[in-house]
């Protein structure tokens, strides 16, 4: 499958891991659009939110679980942090293997563009 984040998940594209669990992995974002700008990717690969299915709930809920791991970890847990998912490419999908953006590190405005 011709998958970027799958890729990363393989090994076959390097990517700075900086969490894994049994069903997300989480890396920095190549194009940083905050201090800490992290995505956090199933192992399972889900195209968008739209290809969610009801027996991927665990592993939906564990991206955040993971987000709430890495905001502490990176120490803006307390100040307040982003966690967005784009659906498609109306909202600025370009990757199409779900992914969290955890952004912080910077006040954040609300709503985005
Ligand atoms: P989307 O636009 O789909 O919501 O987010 C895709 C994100 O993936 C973008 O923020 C983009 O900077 C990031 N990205 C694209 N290619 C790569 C890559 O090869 N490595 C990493 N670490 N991030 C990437
Ligand atoms: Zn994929």
């Not at 709430?68 to 370009?94: L, T």
Request: charged share 20%.
């Amino acid at each position: 499958m011709d998958c970027l984040f799958c890729k990363i998940l393989a090994g076959e594209i390097p990517a700075d891991i900086i969490y894994e669990s049994d069903t997300a992995v989480a890396f920095r974002d190549i194009n940083p659009q905050a201090p800490t700008h992290v995505l956090v990717i199933p192992r399972r690969h889900i195209a968008t939110i739209n290809d969610i299915e009801p027996g991927d709930t665990a592993i939906v809920g564990s991206l955040y679980l993971a987000a709430q791991e890495i905001a502490a970890a990176e120490g803006i847990a307390e100040d307040g942090y982003r966690a967005v998912m784009n659906c498609n490419e109306g909202a600025g999908q370009s990757v199409f293997h779900i992914h969290l953006h955890v952004l912080g590190g910077r006040p954040l405005l609300w709503p985005p563009g």
